[in-house]
């Protein structure tokens, strides 16, 4: 370990679990990569379910999100990721509004789980909408309070308290594969939900790490890990997902493929992301299917 804060923090720690869509233990391996992580190399693998065929990793960190609770990025690499995400920000906004039907001057309230540094948030604001947002990093939400002037609650949603049916939209850009149970994490917001609202995800698809884990490590021969699993959990796509909405009460609407915003610190992954964003939008064009990363919209029904 490198620093004070790590030797304190930092627990490796590990956990056993099994699928959070049908609960059974039954998997075969669908990826393996070693991971470095505050200084020492860890093994991980990634299953599958053999009955839902949910993705996700097994054995994991019990404290899994260490690298970006701990992160202490500064205000200019905040606002230059926040602006490589407008590319999948000004669309979905609009995507929204429009499932909404309304107009924004009513100022619909939207809550933004995992809302980083604020960026969403603004935007929504700017187009009418009545924000809060929920962000567990203290170096995040800070900036998105005190830089961006966004009403953000710093803690972990689980010890969030709010009223039920308060929101005409909740959002979740790159948070579900993070967190330690889905399931749960759809419940609750179905709760915080009003009825007709609109829930918008954004996460990266198994078949996209699966084909980013191809290109890295057979065809590169990268150490860079594809699938992330010091703090990405779950890997679902179109089916696993919708499964597992629909089990949180949530009907999905609309399913598309995004692209891939740009790295500022890997040439390398921005040159794959660029061939893949074309050679996904042809085969999405070709086959109707959502290989990359995933922007799925649900409803909760009336």
């Not at 399931?183 to 829930?199: D, F, H, M, S, Y």
């Not at 884990?213 to 590169?220: A, E």
């Amino acid at each position: 370990m490198e620093s004070t804060l790590e030797q304190k923090k930092v627990s490796l720690q590990w956990e056993y679990i099994c699928c959070n869509i049908c609960g059974r233990d039954d998997t075969a391996v669908y990826h393996k990569e070693t991971v470095e992580h505050f200084g020492q190399e860890l093994d991980f693998q990634i299953v599958r379910c053999r009955h839902c065929q949910l993705v996700y990793t097994n054995p994991r960190l019990s404290e899994h999100n260490a690298t970006y609770l701990y992160d202490n990025s500064s205000d200019e690499q905040f606002q230059a990721h926040g602006q490589a995400k407008m590319v999948v920000f000004k669309p979905a906004i609009t995507e929204i509004k429009n499932f909404l039907n309304k107009n924004p001057s009513n100022e619909n309230k939207l809550l933004d789980i995992g809302c980083g540094s604020g960026h969403f948030m603004q935007l929504a604001q700017n187009n009418g909408f009545d924000v809060t947002g929920i962000e567990p990093a203290e170096t995040s939400a800070h900036y998105a309070r005190n830089i961006m002037n966004m009403p953000v609650i710093c803690d972990d949603m689980k010890n969030v308290q709010l009223p039920h049916e308060s929101f005409d939209a909740i959002t979740l850009w790159d948070v579900i594969e993070h967190v330690s149970d889905p399931r749960a994490v759809l419940e609750q917001v179905n709760k915080w939900l009003k009825p007709g609202g609109i829930v918008a995800l954004r996460f990266p698809s198994a078949t996209w790490q699966k084909i980013k884990g191809i290109v890295l490590q057979r065809l590169l021969h990268s150490k860079r890990p594809s699938f992330g699993p010091t703090m990405h959990l779950y890997f679902f796509n179109e089916d696993t997902f919708t499964t597992i909405a629909n089990k949180a009460g949530l009907e999905v609407v609309k399913v598309k493929s995004t692209s891939n915003e740009t790295n500022a610190n890997s040439s390398l992954i921005n040159r794959i992301k660029s061939v893949s964003n074309y050679v996904m939008a042809s085969y999405e064009k070709i086959s109707g299917k959502h290989p990359g990363n995933l922007e799925i919209y649900c409803r909760k029904p009336l």
